[in-house]
């Protein structure tokens, strides 16, 4: 069973895959704000659910019948199909990439939509072989912090 920290972050993987595929930015904030309250919750929301069900759950604020069907499918699968899709479409480890310092939303979008780097070790490649250089609003300086931050992490810049 899944605690609401982890649902929590299925919320917010849902709200970056549904961003990068320019879904409408008011049902990504939604998404968005699910999560953070979904985390910040002392009961655990499968109590909640248990209790009374997805009209149990509609008593948060912000949670309608979507999200209370999506909270249930993950208490009960440990995924919705609405998370299965996007990550079908988009794969989880694009967001890898947001764990570089200097590297947003915008950017990840232009790696993997303009340079198909869909993780970490691909970006790792990417970066060894002078890619940055046709990443725009990148420079100089950005590139010799990204290479810093890839080798902490092991990888090989040279």
Same mark, same amino acid.
């Given at each position: 069973?899944?605690?609401?920290?982890?649902? &929590?972050?299925? @919320?917010?993987?849902?709200?970056?895959?549904?961003?990068?595929?320019?879904?409408?930015?008011?049902?990504?904030?939604?998404?968005?704000?699910?999560?953070?309250?979904?985390?910040?919750?002392?009961?655990?929301?499968?109590?909640? &659910?248990?209790?009374?069900?997805?009209?149990?759950?509609?008593?948060?604020?912000?949670?309608?019948?979507?999200?209370? *069907?999506?909270?249930?499918?993950?208490?009960?699968?440990?995924?919705?199909e609405y998370f299965e899709e996007l990550r079908g479409q988009i794969p989880l480890s694009v967001l890898e990439l947001l764990s570089?310092?200097?590297?947003?939303? *915008?950017?990840?979008?232009?790696?993997?939509?303009?340079?198909?780097?869909?993780?970490?070790?691909? @970006?790792?490649? @990417?970066? &060894?072989?002078?890619?940055?250089?046709?990443?725009?609003?990148?420079?100089?300086?950005?590139?010799?912090?990204?290479?810093?931050?890839?080798?902490?992490?092991?990888? *090989?810049?040279?």
């Amino acid at each position: 069973m899944k605690s609401n920290k982890e649902i &929590a972050q299925i @919320f917010d993987q849902m709200a970056s895959l549904m961003e990068l595929r320019h879904d409408d930015a008011f049902k990504v904030r939604s998404y968005r704000q699910a999560a953070e309250l979904i985390g910040d919750l002392q009961t655990p929301l499968a109590e909640m &659910a248990a209790a009374g069900g997805a009209a149990e759950l509609r008593k948060l604020p912000g949670i309608g019948d979507t999200l209370s *069907k999506r909270i249930i499918d993950i208490i009960e699968t440990g995924t919705t199909e609405y998370f299965e899709e996007l990550r079908g479409q988009i794969p989880l480890s694009v967001l890898e990439l947001l764990s570089i310092d200097g590297i947003g939303m *915008k950017t990840v979008e232009l790696l993997f939509n303009q340079f198909q780097i869909k993780s970490l070790d691909d @970006f790792a490649k @990417f970066v &060894a072989g002078g890619g940055l250089k046709s990443v725009p609003r990148l420079g100089p300086k950005s590139e010799a912090r990204m290479k810093e931050m890839l080798e902490a992490r092991g990888y *090989k810049m040279k």
